[in-house]
């Protein structure tokens, strides 16, 4: 088989950077490949089972057509500040050009026109100023929220657009490696029922997600595609009730904290804020089980969750990250017997594990109903553990309540996105015919500015 464009991976930088070409009337051919199925037959079980079966050969909520995002409450950040380092790459001023586009093709396919966050000027001042006097900086970025619910909606009606207009779609085939002649990318290798077959192209993109990238990171090594060891976040799943958070949602929905506590000064944000929303759980192909969260449009919680994320950074002389954070996330695993763990802030300041009873007497219930108590201290490193603590009390100044004694963590909360390919400001690589895009790529993280990076992708192939 032979094609102009084959595209890895059927998430958001993926989708995008077909998108595009066709919106600029390109008649190449494009073939994507995605591992998953289509958005209309992507089902979690747990809906009805309230309990996490493991499904084989990959989970559902992070594997198939637009990835994890139609499984995620569907945030689309429209400033430059959140969402990765794609900005230093291609310009603070392209980037957000980009931005306002992608943005305008979300709402073509049905995205809410409302944007949160924007509007609260005193409101946000005040926030700000409760911020600093933490020692946190308050980043705050308009937001189009999609919901989990609407979001697939959305990309179940960008797939229908790319099949009409001629991309082909190759569903339940894993990309098993790619073919070099030369030190020219020629194409890829695919597992199929019959064995491995070669599909030939005259550009390769890689767009395989946060879950896809410990795979790329191999390829790295074994092709000689120059890239660096990045950054890996650790950290917590936080939630707590809507009381609590209620101000900083009604006025920003999403409040992106950045800090650097004492001792250690690592850097420290909040991420992923879900008002009204449910904890969840994702697995990954090695069984790995991590905890994630989402919000739906109408469908509401009584808590609100967010993750704590410690960035980590290692070169000299490991230089392993995404392993060490895989080894973290192995041994949590473990001590909940397969599911997440969760722990009462007040228990981790007392030395002790929470037990369901005390779950169970609490004003707060966990969203993830087969979360195991426990203690997730016992496989969170010291250096983490210190800074989330740390950075939680400081958040205390700006959200009263916030390290009340029942304030939930859940275990692991990882980011697999450290390995970053090394390419110029209009992303090629060192191998001719080769691009990598999207949060395994290491430049991006999250459903907009992965979007983008597809966008200014698909540009170039025109």
Same mark, same amino acid.
């Given at each position: 088989?032979?094609?102009?464009?084959?595209?890895?991976?059927?998430?958001?930088?993926?989708?995008?950077? #077909?998108?595009?070409?066709?919106?600029?009337?390109?008649?190449? =051919?494009?073939?994507?490949?995605?591992k998953g199925q289509p958005i209309e037959k992507r089902?979690?079980?747990k809906a009805k089972t309230k309990d996490c079966v493991n499904c084989k050969p990959y989970c559902h909520i992070t594997t198939g057509f637009s990835g994890a995002g139609a499984f995620s409450d569907g945030k689309l950040s429209l400033c430059t500040e959140v969402?990765?380092?794609?900005?230093?790459?291609?310009?603070?001023?392209?980037?957000?050009?980009?931005?306002?586009?992608?943005?305008?093709?979300?709402?073509?396919?049905?995205?809410?026109?409302?944007?949160?966050?924007?509007?609260?000027d005193d409101e946000v001042k005040e926030i700000r100023k409760r911020a600093i006097q933490a020692g946190l900086k308050l980043v705050d970025c308009p937001i189009r929220h999609l919901g989990t619910e609407k979001a697939q909606d959305i990309y179940l009606a960008i797939e229908k657009y790319l099949l009409e207009n001629g991309v082909e779609m190759m569903f339940g085939y894993?990309?098993?490696?790619?073919?070099?002649?030369?030190?020219?990318?020629?194409? /890829?290798?695919?597992e199929t029922k019959d064995g491995e077959t070669e599909i030939f192209a005259d550009?390769?993109? /890689?767009a395989t997600g946060r879950r896809g990238a410990d795979w790329l990171e191999k390829l790295c090594e074994e092709h000689n595609i120059a890239h660096q060891p990045g950054t890996v976040d650790i950290g917590v799943r936080v939630e707590v009730r809507n009381e609590v958070m209620e101000q900083v949602n009604n006025v920003l929905y999403e =409040?992106?904290?950045?800090?650097?506590?004492?001792p250690f000064k690592n850097k420290v944000r909040t991420f992923c804020q879900n008002p009204g929303g449910f904890v969840s759980q994702e697995n990954y192909d090695n069984d790995l089980a991590v905890v994630n969260g989402h919000s739906y449009k109408d469908f509401k919680s009584n808590n609100t969750n967010l993750a704590i994320l410690v960035s980590h950074n290692f070169s000299t002389p490991f230089n392993q990250p995404i392993e060490y954070a895989q080894k973290i996330g192995e041994l949590t695993n473990m001590l909940g017997a397969g599911h997440i763990l969760v722990q009462r802030f007040g228990d981790i300041l007392d030395g002790k594990r929470t037990w369901q009873k005390e779950l169970n007497q609490s004003n707060l219930k966990p969203t993830l109903q087969d979360a195991v108590a426990g203690d997730i201290t016992a496989a969170i490193p010291y250096r983490a553990m210190i800074n989330i603590i740390n950075f939680i009390q400081a958040v205390d100044h700006v959200v009263p309540g916030f390290a009340s004694s029942e304030t939930l963590l859940y275990s692991p909360e990882l980011k697999f996105y450290s390995n970053r390919v090394k390419m110029d400001s209009e992303l090629n690589t060192n191998v001719k015919g080769l691009y990598c895009l999207g949060d395994s790529s290491?430049?991006?993280?999250?459903?907009?500015? #992965? =979007?983008?990076?597809?966008?200014?992708?698909?540009?170039?192939?025109?």
């Open positions: 088989m032979k094609k102009d464009v084959v595209i890895v991976g059927a998430g958001p930088a993926g989708i995008f950077t #077909a998108m595009e070409m066709i919106k600029n009337g390109s008649k190449k =051919s494009i073939l994507i490949i995605e089902h979690c079980p969402g990765g380092d794609l900005p230093t790459l291609i310009g603070e001023d392209k980037a957000q050009e980009l931005i306002d586009y992608t943005d305008k093709i979300y709402l073509e396919f049905g995205a809410d026109t409302r944007i949160e966050g924007i509007g609260n894993e990309c098993r490696d790619l073919i070099f002649e030369n030190e020219t990318c020629k194409g /890829v290798i695919v550009n390769v993109v /890689v =409040s992106k904290l950045i800090g650097y506590p004492q290491g430049w991006t993280r999250g459903l907009m500015m #992965a =979007s983008v990076m597809g966008v200014f992708m698909g540009r170039k192939l025109i």
